[in-house]
């Protein structure tokens, strides 16, 4: 279970209390992490000696004044802390919808430690807080725009930033054996073959939606497709906020492939994305998306099966963005210690397998995801 060339732990169980990093201690500060020392076989990643606090201001002589330290883009404090096994957590893309959402539910979780966050480079939150980003008390770490340090320290690294960015990262788990939990969506099929190959090297979990609901609407979709005959044409709607840059939404496309699959049929194959003009009648046996985009909606989808004298219709509504942040939540403490291997929610979730979700890109290569 151990990815044993990175030294990383299996997920331990988690403690009761949650554990927040509260240092001040500017030389855990100010340090860069080096690079983890040869570990022990599948023992606990190593923690480099704890830097002992500074001596209060009035007990000694003065030292010398030290030059003016630069502040550190990236506080590993985690690194010189000891975490009792909890999970060691970093956030990529921190300052986005998503990223602020799960800073959020990841300082206050049960065994979890929140060891950094990065952002692209040039964003205005570089350098603030991680805990005041999130609207917490502050935990002494700086967003960073070096993602290297945060895989270099944490067990599992969570990220909901854009595909170029995921592949990257994706890169980066797999040199150094690091779980990546991607909620990203809008790969291209390049994108997920890359991520399908770069999986062989450390555990991730991709997955469009990490809501509960929309995973147990996967399987419903599924099933009334494979019961109803082709006759029945099967539309997806869905609707976004103004501000989401893919379409249709991952997790259209992650009904979409419901559906086929229950149908014994590639979506790809099936799928009629857009309509516009003289298109024509309908196709018999295509699956329809129709995406709607305004206002502050987290996300609506409806998936309709349409026959001569009725209707069947199966709708999520998903009104917070908390419940991905939740569903994340559950991804980072399954894949923590996990086997290299691509993993979907339904295998967090502990649903039947039927291979990675979102993809509208080739089949995974044997299978590439694992039993788990
Ligand atoms: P957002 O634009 O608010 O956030 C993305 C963040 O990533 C931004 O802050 C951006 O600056 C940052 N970023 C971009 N490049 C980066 C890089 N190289 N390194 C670090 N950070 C970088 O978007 P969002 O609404 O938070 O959504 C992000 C992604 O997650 C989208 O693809 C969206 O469709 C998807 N999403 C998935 C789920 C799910 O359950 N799987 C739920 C909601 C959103």
């Known amino acids: 279970m151990t990815a044993k060339k990175s030294g990383r732990a299996p997920a331990k169980a988690p403690p009761k209390k949650p554990i927040h990093l509260k240092s001040k201690d500017k030389a855990s500060k100010i340090e860069k992490p080096g690079k983890a020392k040869a570990a022990p076989a599948a023992a606990v990643k ?26 550190a883009p990236f506080a590993p404090a985690a690194k010189a802390k000891k975490t009792n096994g909890a999970v060691r957590v970093g956030v ?10 799960l800073l959020k539910i990841l300082i206050n979780a049960a065994g979890i430690v929140v060891v950094g966050g990065t952002e692209r480079r040039g964003s205005p939150a570089l350098g603030q807080d991680l805990g005041a980003l999130a609207g917490a008390e502050p935990l002494g770490i700086s967003v960073s725009d070096d993602p290297s340090l945060l895989f270099d320290s944490a067990d599992v690294v969570v990220d909901f930033t854009n595909p170029i960015a995921t592949v990257s990262h994706a890169q980066m788990a797999a040199k150094t054996g690091c779980a990546l939990v991607i909620g990203t969506t809008g790969f291209d099929s390049d994108q997920l073959s890359a991520l399908y190959r770069l999986a062989q090297r450390a555990p991730v979990v991709l997955a469009a939606n ?17 019961i109803l005959d082709p006759d029945w044409d099967i539309e997806i709607i869905e609707m976004h906020h103004k501000q989401k840059v893919d379409a249709p939404s991952g997790t259209a496309l992650a009904l979409g492939e419901a559906a086929a699959r229950g149908r014994g049929q590639s979506l790809r194959r099936i799928a009629k994305r857009a309509r516009d003009g003289q298109v024509g009648p309908r196709i018999k046996g295509e699956i329809g998306f129709a995406v709607l985009r305004g206002g502050d909606v987290v996300g609506d989808h409806t998936v309709i099966f349409a026959a001569e004298g009725e209707r069947v219709e199966i709708i999520h509504r998903a009104s917070s963005r908390e419940i991905f942040a939740r569903g994340a939540l559950k991804a980072v403490l399954w894949a923590a210690g996990k086997k290299p291997g691509l993993y979907s929610m339904r295998d967090v979730l502990g649903f039947s397998v039927q291979g990675p979700q979102g993809s509208t890109g080739p089949a995974p290569p044997n299978g590439p995801t694992p039993a788990s």
């Open 92 to 101: 990529v893309g921190c300052a986005g919808r998503m990223g602020q959402m």
């Open 46 to 71: 190593p923690m480099p000696k704890p830097i002992p606090a500074p001596a209060a201001k009035a007990a000694a002589p003065k030292p010398a004044p030290l030059p003016a330290a630069k502040p």
């Open 210 to 226: 990490m809501s509960l609901g929309v995973n147990l609407l996967q399987q419903v979709v599924e099933e009334v497709a494979r």
